[in-house]
């Protein structure tokens, strides 16, 4: 009986917090009663570990010290790595988050399909992407998989990076056969000879560590603005309806970029990193393969080269028909009103080189 | 008389009513339609988000869109192809090795309990592993609607032919038929009701694995169309991919209990003459 109630309430309980979140701005209070946050997580460990600044926030007494002072609840919502972007646009479309830190090409799709959510925090430069093949491939450059399956998660924020890839070598996603998959079952696929090339994240180091997989390219060697991009992004509607709550959020994460963009807390900051299951000597090599200083790497600045990459990407989704609607780079930024609190907030409006970035 | 009266007018009554709508041809109608009124009210209510309860006219906006340009007459073939492939494949296969399994004692002791035991085995379990033995391309799709189609038919094979009375085959003996002749005029037509259902339910079956595996791991199909709607939120195309599928399962089985009706008509008038 207890486990009939129990399954009743597992399948009852998502209908209920639909209801719930869909009749809570009737409710009107002055604050939410919870914040919830989405977070690419896994707790393989015992403990939950979260990946990039959510980790460092997550232990940050004083937000949620302020939080507590408001009444207001945190609430982590762990998203797998199987499927981010799906997962947490889902998410956003049900109202069962407020806040996610994720990709830049999802969060283009998201505001297509008439979702509004805006950027509110920057993250880091960019994630950097990888083409493997198997050990054994005689492949040794893109040219040389034509017409034959590369598998890559659609959708997912490398895919911009792929097609940049393309592009620059006058091909086109018809010029492959794409398959679709995440990217779990893609490594699988590769391993098994199902597919001839992976397309990922640096996942693809961890292949070849374990000599399953070669890199064949990655975004090391391209244009800054090859990589993808991961950051916090806000339902447009809770900013404009709770601004302070918003502010806290966003100067605890700027706060959490400025801890882990000091050269004493990289180790630490890797170290958490890599219980997130790629190994220590994976997320350094990658981190050292950077053009730019740990400390830049990690500026949480609006700046037109920030602007330039949305573009980019939402050019992307609607010339290949992923999206409908165009969406307009420029409306998918909340105002640069509250980094630049935070930053002064914490005493950091030098810290960065702002020069660029928008006042 | 009043009663003769009645009795007597009865009769002359029935004409005029099948000019009425028989309400048994409406009835099936009743609850789809019902549903999509359901539906309409409740999205135009707009108690979800659009995103999430699509209106049926943007499911039709989204279901012309698709075929105006082709892009879901080209899954739904590709999706069909691998079905028919699969299916040919496993049925007939299915039907020789379930006959074998009645009528000879010798494949039944080395392969009846190892069959047995695999039948059991629910074909989505096995994909993972497929996945590692055939890769993900077309042989996994083949490969598991073969495995989906194989043992319904050769149970219902097997059933269909342990089913026949001994008499039958006693007289084909005793008329000394020829194995072909005995195969082909006695064994099959006597089992053919049970195995047509067994292909039947075979069908409906492998259509919905089709589905499951093309959602999990393809590059085309009409499962991969829904998959690849689903990641660039676009559930009008999902939607569009939940009725075409159902519709298609639909149809299979209802133009299967046609052909088995057509089939099994002859033999009854001959039974009952």
Do not use: C
């Not at chain 1, 630490?268 to 990658?286: K, M, N, S």
């Not at chain 2, 075979?202 to 393809?218: C, D, I, M, Q």
């Amino acid at each position: 009986m207890n486990f009939r109630n129990r399954a009743l309430g597992r399948f009852l309980s998502p209908i209920l917090a639909l209801l719930t979140s869909l009749t809570a701005p009737l409710a009107a209070a002055d604050e939410p009663a919870k914040l919830r946050i989405a977070v690419v997580a896994n707790s393989t460990s015992g403990t939950p570990v979260f990946v990039g600044p959510p980790q460092r926030l997550a232990s940050d007494q004083e937000f949620q010290q302020a939080l507590r002072q408001r009444n207001v609840e945190l609430e982590w919502v762990p998203v797998s790595s199987a499927a981010v972007a799906t997962l947490t646009n889902e998410a956003f479309t049900n109202r069962r988050i407020d806040f996610a830190f994720y990709g830049d090409l999802p969060s283009v799709i998201l505001n297509a399909s008439g979702i509004k959510t805006r950027l509110l925090v920057p993250g880091n430069l960019g994630t950097n992407t990888y083409l493997a093949v198997p050990a054994n491939s005689g492949a040794r450059s893109l040219q040389d998989l034509k017409g034959k399956r590369i598998a890559l998660h659609r959708g997912r924020p490398w895919e911009v990076s792929f097609a940049k890839l393309l592009e620059a070598n006058g091909l086109g996603f018809n010029d492959f056969r794409i398959i679709n998959l995440n990217p779990q079952a893609g490594a699988a696929a590769l391993a098994s000879g199902g597919v001839e090339g992976f397309f990922t994240l640096d996942d693809a180091y961890v292949l070849e560590e374990r000599g399953i997989a070669k890199v064949i390219w990655s975004s090391h060697q391209a244009p800054h603005d090859w990589k993808m991009r991961a950051e916090l992004w806000g339902s447009e509607e809770f900013i404009n309806r709770y601004p302070e709550l918003t502010q806290l959020l966003a100067t605890a994460t700027v706060r959490a970029m400025h801890w882990i963009s000091r050269d004493e807390n990289r180790d630490e900051y890797i170290r958490l990193q890599a219980r997130f299951g790629l190994p220590e000597t994976v997320i350094r090599r990658d981190a050292d393969a950077n053009q730019v200083t740990w400390k830049d790497y990690w500026a949480p600045l609006f700046t037109d080269s920030l602007k330039k990459h949305y573009e980019q990407v939402a050019a992307h989704a609607h010339r290949n028909k992923l999206i409908r609607k165009s969406v307009e780079a420029a409306e998918l930024f909340a105002s640069p009103g509250f980094v630049n609190r935070a930053l002064q907030e914490l005493g950091l409006e030098h810290y960065w080189n702002t020069a660029e970035a928008w006042q | 008389m009043a009663v003769i009266g009645e009795v007597l007018t009865g009769p002359a009554d029935r004409p005029r009513r099948s000019l009425r709508l028989n309400p048994a041809v409406l009835a099936p109608l009743v609850s789809p339609l019902a549903l999509l009124a359901i539906w309409y009210w409740v999205a135009s209510r707009e108690i979800f988000p659009e995103q999430i309860l699509v209106p049926p006219g943007v499911v039709l906006e989204a279901f012309r869109e698709l075929t105006e340009s082709g892009e879901l007459q080209e899954h739904l073939g590709i999706s069909l192809y691998r079905l028919t492939l699969g299916f040919l494949i496993g049925a007939l296969s299915g039907l020789i090795f379930g006959v074998l399994l009645a009528l000879s004692r010798q494949v039944r002791d080395y392969a009846g309990s190892l069959f047995q035991a695999l039948r059991q085995i629910p074909t989505l379990a096995l994909i993972p592993m497929f996945i590692l033995f055939f890769g993900i391309g077309e042989t996994l799709k083949v490969v598991i609607i073969v495995k989906a189609t194989f043992f319904p038919v050769a149970v219902a094979a097997w059933d269909g032919v342990k089913g026949i009375p001994t008499q039958y085959l006693e007289v084909g003996h005793l008329y000394r038929l020829k194995r072909r002749d005995l195969w082909l005029r006695l064994v099959l037509p006597a089992a053919v009701s049970p195995l047509l259902t067994g292909i039947r339910i075979a069908l409906g079956r492998s259509w919905l694995v089709l589905v499951a595996v093309e959602l999990l791991a393809a590059d085309s199909g009409i499962g991969q169309m829904m998959e690849l709607a689903r990641q660039m939120m676009r559930l009008d195309i999902v939607m569009v991919g939940v009725f075409v599928t159902g519709i298609i399962g639909f149809a299979l089985d209802k133009g299967f209990r046609l052909l088995e009706r057509l089939l099994l008509r002859g033999r009854i008038a001959e039974k009952t003459t």
